[in-house]
């Protein structure tokens, strides 16, 4: 599917391909800042670093100067780096009010981003928070009533929500409220939670539930049906245990020396009822594959020393 | 500069022989097939030589067990709800978890409904283990629903075989092939390796006839139930007034696509050969899902690219004039990569990398070139961005 993105992120995202100058490709060696946000297993990664101009006394004085990205994903994600970096650098802001940039500049900076794929955004305001509590570390600047608590959550503390992406409860907890999320929809585009399975819309303690938790009264979404069913393999069929120990002593002790005679022989794949199925191995499964072969060298026997109502299935 | 078109398993472009036949039954042929005058008998003619033509191409079957639908999806929610309703009193439907989605969810359709539904897995290899599938049929088993090949890997099934094992098993079981991909790759012999399928559903635009007709054959004597109700057409059992020249196009394609086999197989096959070797000898860390596999359509390569997403590169080879697909998640219009590529396991840091490339009759050398041209560099261009490429080891770094 094409997706419909402004000319700026496809202005972006092609500068950046092409390392352009003006572009922020990179990782700064010993940065004041680090911070990374994604991982590959879900889809997207971004390892943002930035360097500041240190005030002599005063770390809430810092001010941003260069910033730079990796970012693996997808062609929005790639200009939604740039645009996080470009806006940084172009805004002379210090640490502290960088923490203010959120997902919607940088959408905004963007001429906007396809609904699935606001959650790029997001991922871009993410990483610059992780980044600015790494440099407020490194300056012993106290931080901690300006921020929500990143570190529990790097931490993975909490209940998982959305096991396909990671998610967990404290995160959307504090997603939900800051983007102002009303619907599952919402929750999806913006962070990915439930973008997978789905399993944890309904659940309990599930995503709806966070939303009329936080946001009060069920919106009264239909539910979406429950998920597939799946049938665990099994050799359902089988019908008399003392048939299927005759068929077994046979193969093994008339059938299969036979065919090890002539280097090859026989496995036991399945009994059900009176259908056997087997496969000819080594040099009888080169030449002997047929099924008619098969037949001749395996039926015949059964029938004449088990029973004469079995089949042979050349599997 | 000219478009390197090597999207054929999305879709393919008319052939301009199709084109002609199709053009009288636009114009001057438009009359209804089913109306009396003498004028009508030339479109009702057609779709009958049509219905002949496909028939012989398909191994020689009566023609009669040939129904023209509106694509291969039509085709296979028809022979998978047809066979579903005429059968009440079995409940187990055997599929793969690798199916096209007009498959996949009609199973997990029928599984909300009540039915078991067992979904075969894959090896890494992206091949079925027949084992699994003899362990998997019960004796209420109703439909053995298997894709003859493929649409992302172009990995071959063993569906004359597992088809002759269903019947010899249960005479009842109901054998379906989705034989997309396979017509006009593959041979498609009903009368000989094919005996055992019951239903077998494809569509025109795989194979250079337009899009919105398929067809689906339904083997004489299968216990199966019309879909589409509400008009005589097509011996009762597709309603509708028959869409003539598009009938006429896809027996069009059907012979040209059948006359073309060999050449899939030879000319086309080297062509993909030679694409997959010197990609695998230009850019480092670099999967080829499904080469390990037995047997893999001709014309189809399905990459995966370590360290980077797919849709990105999607887009860089767009802007080089290459036209090719991916089944990473953010071209998907889900969050998921490819159902395909997660059963057979793709390790994680490749699986949002996949490019597939599947070329058809008229991809040339020269279209080949300049992917080998273009690729490599879009990748090391796109690894130079990510965070997970040490750009100077030349390797991944997680």
Redesign the interface.
């Known amino acids: 599917m094409p997706w419909d993105y402004s000319d700026k992120v496809l202005e972006l995202f092609k500068a950046a391909v092409q390392g352009d100058a003006g572009t922020h490709m990179g990782e700064l060696e010993n940065p004041d800042g680090f911070g990374e946000y994604g991982s590959i297993a879900c889809g997207d990664t971004l390892r943002f670093t930035f360097r500041v101009r240190r005030h002599p006394t005063d770390p809430a004085r810092d001010v941003i100067t260069v910033a730079r990205y990796l970012t693996f994903g997808c062609t929005s994600a790639i200009a939604a780096s740039e645009a996080l970096c470009s806006l940084l650098e172009a805004q002379g802001k210090t640490p502290v009010e960088a923490l203010k940039v959120t997902n919607q500049e940088l959408v905004d900076f963007l001429g906007g981003l396809p609904e699935q794929k606001i959650h790029c955004s997001v991922m871009g305001a993410e990483a610059l928070q992780r980044a600015v509590v790494d440099w407020a570390r490194k300056r012993n600047y106290p931080i901690d009533g300006l921020l929500p608590d990143l570190a529990a959550e790097n931490a993975q503390e909490g209940r998982i929500v959305c096991s396909c992406f990671s998610v967990t409860e404290p995160y959307l907890r504090r997603k939900i409220r800051e983007l102002n999320l009303r619907t599952i929809a919402e929750i999806t585009n913006a962070l990915k939670a439930g973008g997978a399975c789905g399993t944890c819309h309904h659940a309990p303690g599930g995503l709806q539930d966070l939303l009329n938790e936080i946001w009060g009264q069920p919106s009264g979404a239909p539910d979406e049906g429950a998920g597939a069913g799946v049938q665990p393999l099994s050799g359902a069929g089988r019908s008399s245990e003392h048939l299927e120990r005759q068929v077994e002593a046979v193969l093994k002790n008339v059938i299969s020396p036979l065919l090890r005679k002539e280097g090859g022989d026989i496995e036991l794949i399945d009994i059900k009822g009176y259908k056997v199925y087997c496969r000819l191995t080594g040099q009888s499964g080169r030449c002997r594959s047929a099924p008619e072969n098969v037949k001749l060298l395996v039926e015949q026997p059964l029938k004449e020393q088990v029973d004469v109502r079995l089949q042979v299935i050349a599997v | 500069m000219k478009t390197v078109y090597v999207d054929n398993n999305a879709t393919t472009a008319i052939a301009p022989e199709v084109l002609e036949v199709m053009q009288p039954y636009f114009t001057s042929e438009y009359y209804n097939p089913s109306s009396m005058y003498s004028a009508a008998r030339a479109p009702a003619h057609a779709i009958q030589v049509a219905r002949e033509t496909v028939a012989r191409c398909l191994g020689g079957v009566n023609p009669l067990e040939l129904m023209f639908t509106g694509s291969a999806t039509e085709s296979n929610n028809t022979a998978l709800f047809g066979a579903v309703q005429a059968n009440p009193a079995r409940r ?1 439907i055997i599929t793969t978890a690798v199916e096209h989605p007009s498959v996949l969810e009609i ?2 359709e029928l ?2 409904r009540g039915y ?5 897995p894959v090896d890494r290899n992206g091949e079925l283990i ?3 599938f ?6 209420d088993t109703l439909i053995v629903s298997v894709m003859m090949a493929n649409n992302e890997t172009g990995v071959c099934y063993p569906v004359a ?1 597992l088809a ?2 269903a019947k ?2 249960d005479a009842g079981i109901v054998v379906h092939t989705d034989a997309t991909q396979a017509v006009g790759k593959l041979p498609v012999d009903l009368k000989s390796a094919l005996r055992h399928v019951d239903l077998l559903s494809f569509s025109g635009h795989k194979i250079h006839a337009p899009k919105g007709v398929g067809v689906l054959f339904v083997r004489q004597g299968t216990p199966w139930r019309p879909y589409l109700l509400g008009g005589h057409q097509e011996q009762g059992r597709r309603a509708g007034t028959e869409n003539v020249p598009y009938i006429v196009g896809l027996a069009k394609a059907c012979e040209l696509a059948e006359a073309g086999v060999a050449e899939e197989q030879n000319r086309v096959r080297s062509l993909r050969d030679r694409l997959q070797a010197t990609l695998e000898e230009r850019i480092p860390a670099l999967e080829i899902n499904g080469k390990a596999a037995a047997r893999r359509l001709p014309n189809t390569l399905n990459l995966a690219v370590h ?3 797919g ?2 590169i999607l ?2 080879l767009s ?1 080089h004039g290459i036209c090719a697909s991916s089944g ?10 490819s159902h395909v590529l997660k059963a057979m396991q793709v390790p ?2 490749a699986i ?1 990398g996949s490019v597939r490339i599947s070329l058809s009759r008229y991809n040339d050398e020269a279209d080949i070139e300049r992917i080998i041209e273009v690729l490599p560099t ?1 990748v090391a ?2 690894r ?5 490429w040490d750009d100077k080891r030349n390797c991944l770094s ?1």
């Open positions: 187990h199973g997990k599984a909300r078991d539904v067992t979904f075969l027949v084992d699994d003899v362990r998997a049929l019960r004796s075989d002759r094992i010899e098993t360290g980077i997403e849709e990105a887009y860089e802007r990473s998640a953010c071209t998907s219009g889900t969050l998921e990569p994680f840091t949002h879009v261009k796109l130079k961005l990510s965070p997970y997680i």
